[in-house]
Nanobody, 124 residues
Framework: QVYLVESGGGSVQAGGSLRLSCAASARFVTGYAMGWFRQGPGKEREFVAA????????IYSDSVKGRFTISRDNAENSVYLRMNSLTPEDTAVYHC?????????????????WGQGTQVTVSS
């Protein structure tokens, strides 16, 4: 079983920054793609960013491209999401996910393990 634990969420004013972290429980996760998704109040879960096994390929949604950066540290079994220029529309619970594949994907159904999420609230 793989456990994913997110941290780093919080409240910030518009224009601010946060860095989310996701720690995985098992070493073998370093061989797999990871992603970040978010679910805002009253909204469907949406793709944010993903990264392949070795970090050589990243994918971003149009809404965060240029503001968010996904990265990973396989030695630490962790993946990160640096979020800059935050807006109230970024308010959501952010979940990290692991896909049992070396390749990143944008569809939530392609991910096999999920964390509980961390709340990000951006005020105007």
């Amino acid at each position: 079983q793989v456990y994913l634990v997110e941290s780093g969420g919080g409240s910030v004013q518009a224009g601010g920054s946060l860095r989310l972290s996701c720690a995985a429980s098992a070493r073998f996760v370093t061989g797999y793609a990871m992603g970040w998704f978010r679910q805002g109040p009253g909204k469907e879960r949406e793709f944010v960013a993903a990264i392949n096994r070795d970090g050589s390929t990243t994918i971003y949604s149009d809404s965060v491209k240029g503001r968010f950066t996904i990265s990973r540290d396989n030695a630490e079994n962790s993946v990160y999401l640096r979020m800059n220029s935050l807006t109230p529309e970024d308010t959501a619970v952010y979940h990290c996910a692991l896909r049992a594949s070396i390749w990143a994907a944008v569809m939530s159904r392609e991910y096999d393990y999920w964390g509980q999420g961390t709340q990000v609230t951006v005020s105007s």
